[in-house]
């Protein structure tokens, strides 16, 4: 019997398999927030540049940048719905919740075959629901996150012997990859806020 065809490997790959979806749902379901929230901020940031200007309020309020600013934002919110709508980050999330779940009733399935004499039926049917499962809630490689698998592997020193350095770069890898994929949000907030903050108070950008 190969190493790659014991119950250990099967379960190492279950486990991490299932680890890694549960990141990936948990990820998207803060991107589906995220996406969510900031059209919500920016329709807000909207109605309170609309009231500003049908009370006059804020130093800037006449500026005729105040006019492209509402035209943009109007821009901004149809094309994150657009975003939102077509990549489907809730229901995404739930699928790949779903399939962690089912990978975890399988791991405990094979757990007691663990240190015990090879049955060959019982690894061969427990092998191909592993992959039925996969199959059954089948991903584009786009929901997936280098971020979600280093997690995943943190959390499996007895698989993943990830000590020292090689642990700073993995928390580091994965602190990036995360900042890069919601960097958008940030960008946009903090936009908005500089724009309100301008049309209130009248502040000069260098």
Same mark, same amino acid.
């Given at each position: 019997m190969?190493?790659?065809?014991? #119950?250990? +490997?099967?379960?190492?790959?279950?486990?991490?398999?299932?680890?890694t979806r549960f990141n990936a749902s948990d990820r998207l379901r803060l991107h589906s927030k995220c996406s969510t929230y900031t059209i919500v901020v920016i329709s807000l940031g909207l109605i309170l540049i609309s009231l500003m200007q049908a009370y006059g309020l804020g130093k800037n309020i006449n500026n005729d940048l105040v006019t492209l600013?509402? %035209? #943009?934002s109007t821009i901004a919110v149809l094309v994150y719905s657009l975003l939102i709508d077509r990549?489907? @980050?809730?229901?995404l999330a739930e699928k790949m919740y779903s399939c962690a779940t089912q990978l975890g009733e399988l791991k405990q399935k094979i757990y007691p075959y663990l240190n015990q004499p090879h049955n060959q039926d019982? @690894?061969?049917? #427990?092998?191909?629901? @592993?992959?039925?499962?996969?199959?059954?809630?089948?991903?584009?490689?786009?929901n997936y996150s280098s971020s979600d698998h280093i997690r995943a592997?943190?959390?499996?020193?007895?698989? @993943?012997? %990830? +000590?020292?350095?090689? $642990? $700073?770069?993995?928390? #580091?890898?994965?602190?990036?990859?995360l900042l890069l994929e919601f960097l958008s949000y940030i960008l946009v907030i903090t936009t908005l806020v500089l724009v309100l903050y301008w049309v209130w108070f009248g502040w000069s950008f260098p």
């Open positions: 190969k190493k790659e065809d014991s #119950f250990d +490997n099967l379960y190492k790959k279950i486990d991490s398999t299932s680890k600013i509402q %035209i #943009f990549n489907d @980050y809730s229901n019982a @690894y061969d049917l #427990f092998r191909d629901s @592993y992959y039925s499962i996969l199959k059954l809630f089948e991903t584009h490689s786009k592997r943190l959390v499996m020193p007895e698989n @993943y012997n %990830i +000590n020292g350095l090689k $642990w $700073w770069y993995s928390k #580091f890898d994965i602190y990036s990859t």
